[in-house]
């Protein structure tokens, strides 16, 4: 593997401009300062020096190119090599032109090649002066074993030490760096508990005066720190009974120089500060980063498009690196803390692109299996019509785009993403109608018994409606299904005298067997695992991969699905039929606990149907499930004719599925819960929904939880019971009573509450491998990595006029995507 040849044009342009190169794209600045030497070299040793004398000024050109590569941030040796080549052509000397050449040449081809480069960044750190095996072990026990993974710990904050303050505005609380004068010092000794010799100094200048403490190293501390000296003081300030303090603060003793100013200029500076593991020295972790930056930073090659880089302005990613790890002194301090300088928009950018093309690439490769083409589509125009209702304009956009997808040759891999109630079920519904007229069947799964039975009942009721034309044969297959009945299913199944089957897991037992499954949708995705969908597959027609859907109603920013559900496609129902009630939320505190009573009187004389909703806290769960179990024996006492019923998480899961099912039938009125009400559950007589401790939840869990009331005619009232409160769940119960849409929330939960917590516990393949971007801070950058990264395979969507990106994507990403080989 190596880069083409250069060409003649190449070097005739080369030697004709003396500008500096910019890297190409794939290139670090290494690279390309190596290939600046190479190429005149190259040139002129063509056809055994045949070319020697046309090429002009070559030992000058030779030199000062050696010379500017090695001013780089590059490893020693390398270095030494460059500074030889600089040296040796520096002189018109009288011997052999030609062995220079050779030897320079043979020096520098294995440097050139981008393998050279990778190596040494993925060397161990052994390989940095100052860094022995011990150290070396100890750094990579902590997932910083490779030079890369030093260069890429990126500070998590810095310490301003520009501003300096005087020792008279030192607030307590506060961290400071200043400048003082140490104006007595000693040892003393403490007795009691925290024996030892403790070494102290009180510094102060013309506004005050205040204490160091050192209760360890006092002895080469007092080395340093004596009287008179000026120190540059960086630390927490702290109270001590009615001083200040400051225990173990950095220092640096300044030249105790008349030139004071200067002194201090010297020593301003914006300090990086590193997420330490234990085990680590602080200061010794900044050292050798600082060395893997001085010595390793111009290897890391930058991918993103030429374009993109110049049109935003970037560094190169070496420079980037130094930019991060040492911020100059003109820094933007309000654009370092958060993260938006050119420095760390290149490094987020660079991994995204990365990530971006590697998703594409992935559903590039699904899309082009073979799938069944469905291309059908009378019957479901007349189902359309015979619902009751005319589909929202977001629904009608789904469904063509599903539409369309069945078409084509290959499968679908798309997501449904929309509130709980916008409709989702029946464009599913419509296009099994498709599938069904194309000689095909679908399968519905759902994550529970309760779900399935409930989508059963729905979907009856649309085929009903649309009478033979529109009409589907659905069953349903679940555990609840008695054994003969079952069997008489899956006969039918496999005969195809079923059209759509709905069920649960049990759909993927081995006994089940279809004649031509080609449409399976998945409800609430995140119950089904990748071996899960294969088995599915499995079972498809002509053994290909079923067209899937997966709908889900968890509200998720569009730029995060894109890239969370990036190797899906995306279909979004944002607007909910028209005439829904809308719910009300009211929020109380605790102590207004007589209101909650009032409204659960109210709603229950009219009929209609209560959740009470308790939060589960994994390690109080004894605790949480006994306020659930008091509250629900306090509603039995007050109102005795009401049928109240307790769902936890430690029943098993059919005896949860009873108590949901006689909730759903209403043969109970209230149900009180810990938070394992079945996403998607329907019960439209249910109207009243009251959380407590909504505080202790997430925005969108909420959100959620009020979406289960208010679905049927009578509209609903969600209380959100808050007991004690942060700044925090201030803003969240407030954004909450302020909006209903479901995507307005999640984005307001995802900025308050961080992309991980948003998506809760629920393992996610791509977050933790994010190295630099942060999918909360960076939703604009997502946005510009993945256009530009669906321009780039656009363009060539196998990435081959790019193998250095193709094997940057594979190395990467290509495990973790389950990328085939590209490239
Ligand atoms: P989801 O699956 O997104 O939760 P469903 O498909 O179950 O939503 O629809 C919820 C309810 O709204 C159902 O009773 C359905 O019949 C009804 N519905 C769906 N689409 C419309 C529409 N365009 N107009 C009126 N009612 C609709
Ligand atoms: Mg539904």
Not at 6 to 32: H, I, K, N, W
Not at 410 to 427: I, S
């Amino acid at each position: 593997m190596g880069r083409s040849a250069p060409t003649a044009m190449r070097v005739v342009r080369y030697l004709g401009s003396s500008a500096c190169e910019v890297p190409e794209v794939g290139d670090s600045p290494f690279q390309s300062m190596i290939a600046a030497v190479l190429r005149p070299l190259d040139f002129a040793a063509r056809d055994d020096f045949a070319k020697l004398d046309r090429v002009r000024d070559l030992e000058r050109t030779v030199s000062s190119a050696a010379e500017r590569a090695a001013a780089l941030a590059i490893p020693r040796d390398a270095k030494d090599a460059l500074a030889r080549i600089a040296k040796s052509f520096s002189a018109t000397a009288e011997d052999d032109l030609a062995a220079r050449m050779r030897e320079a040449i043979l020096a520098l081809r294995p440097l050139a090649e981008p393998e050279w480069s990778e190596r040494q960044l993925a060397s161990s750190t052994a390989i940095l002066s100052g860094v022995g095996p011990k150290r070396a072990d100890s750094l990579a026990r902590r997932a910083l074993g490779s030079v890369a993974d030093l260069l890429f710990h990126l500070p998590v904050r810095y310490d301003d030490r520009r501003s300096l303050q005087s020792v008279g505005s030192l607030e307590v609380g506060i961290r400071a760096t200043f400048v003082a004068r140490v104006l007595g010092c000693a040892f003393s000794t403490r007795r009691g508990r925290f024996r030892g010799r403790v070494f102290e100094a009180l510094v102060g200048d013309d506004t005050g005066t205040v204490t160091l403490k050192w209760f360890r190293s006092g002895d080469s501390i007092s080395r340093q720190v004596r009287k008179d000296a000026l120190l540059l003081i960086t630390g927490d300030v702290k109270r001590y009974r009615f001083d200040k303090e400051l225990a173990h603060p950095e220092i640096s003793v300044l030249a105790d120089a008349s030139s004071e100013a200067a002194a201090i200029g010297d020593v301003r500076s914006v300090t990086p500060e590193y997420a330490t593991p234990e085990g680590i020295h602080p200061r010794g972790l900044r050292r050798v980063i600082a060395s893997a930056v001085e010595r390793y930073s111009d290897l890391v090659p930058g991918h993103l498009p030429a374009d993109l880089v110049a049109k935003l302005g970037l560094p190169e990613p070496g420079e980037a690196l130094r930019d991060l790890h040492a911020p100059s002194i003109e820094v933007d301090a309000a654009e370092l803390a958060a993260g938006a300088t050119p420095a760390r928009v290149r490094l987020v950018l660079e991994e995204l692109y990365l990530l971006e093309l590697g998703l594409a690439l992935r559903r590039a490769q699904r899309a082009a299996e073979p799938g069944t083409p469905i291309a059908c589509k009378q019957r479901t125009a007349i189902a359309a019509r015979a619902l009751p209702f005319a589909l929202t304009g977001a629904q009608e956009r789904a469904l063509a785009e599903i539409l369309a997808d069945l078409a084509r040759a290959h499968p679908m891999n798309r997501l449904l993403e929309g509130d709980v109630g916008c409709g989702k079920t029946v464009v599913a519904y419509l296009a099994a109608v498709a599938v069904a007229e194309s000689g095909y069947q679908s399968a519905l799964m759902a994550p529970t018994e309760l779900l399935a039975e409930q989508h059963e009942a729905t979907l009856c009721a649309l085929a009903r409606a649309a009478g033979d034309a529109g009409g589907l044969r659905i069953a349903r297959l679940t555990a609840s299904v008695p054994g003969d009945e079952a069997a008489r299913i899956r006969r039918a199944l496999a005969a195809g005298e079923i059209d759509l089957v709905v069920g649960t897991h049990a759909l993927l037992q081995e006994s089940v067997d279809f004649r031509a499954l080609a449409f399976a949708v998945i409800d609430e995705q995140h119950r089904f695992g990748v071996a899960q969908r294969a088995a599915l597959a499995a079972k498809a027609a002509h053994g290909n991969a079923p067209d899937t859907l997966v709908m889900t109603a968890t509200p998720i920013p569009r730029t995060l699905a894109l890239t969370l559900y990036g190797d899906l496609d995306l279909s979004v129902i944002d607007e909910l039929p028209p005439g829904r009630a809308k719910t009300k939320t009211v929020l109380l505190r605790a102590g207004e606990g007589q209101q909650v009573v009032e409204l659960l009187r109210e709603a229950t004389a009219r009929g209609e149907q209560v959740y009470v909703v308790y939060p589960l806290v994994a390690e109080s769960e004894k605790i949480d499930l006994r306020a659930a179990s008091e509250s629900a024996e306090k509603i039995r006492a007050a109102f005795p004719r009401l049928t109240v019923d307790l769902v936890h998480g430690q029943l098993d899961a059919a005896a949860r599925n009873v108590a949901m099912a006689r909730f759903a039938s209403g043969k109970t009125q209230v149900l009180v819960s810990t938070t394992v009400i079945e996403v998607g559950v329907d019960v439209s007589n249910a109207t009243l929904m009251i959380v407590e401790h909504a505080e202790r939840f997430g925005l969108a869990q909420l959100h959620q939880l009020r979406g289960r009331v208010g679905r049927g005619r009578a509209p609903g009232t969600c209380v959100l019971v808050a007991r004690g409160s942060s700044e925090d769940s201030e803003a969240r119960l407030r954004a909450l009573l302020e909006t209903t849409d479901g995507f307005a929330i999640a984005e307001a939960d995802l900025a308050i509450r961080g992309p991980g917590e948003f998506l809760g516990t629920r393992q996610h393949g791509i977050l933790p491998d994010l190295r630099i971007a942060d999918l909360t801070r960076d939703v604009r950058q997502i946005a510009v990595a993945r256009e530009a990264a669906l321009q780039t395979v656009r363009r060539d969507p196998q990435l081959r006029s790019n193998p250095e990106l193709a094997r940057a994507v594979q190395s990467r990403w290509g495990d973790r995507l389950a990328l085939v080989d590209v490239g």
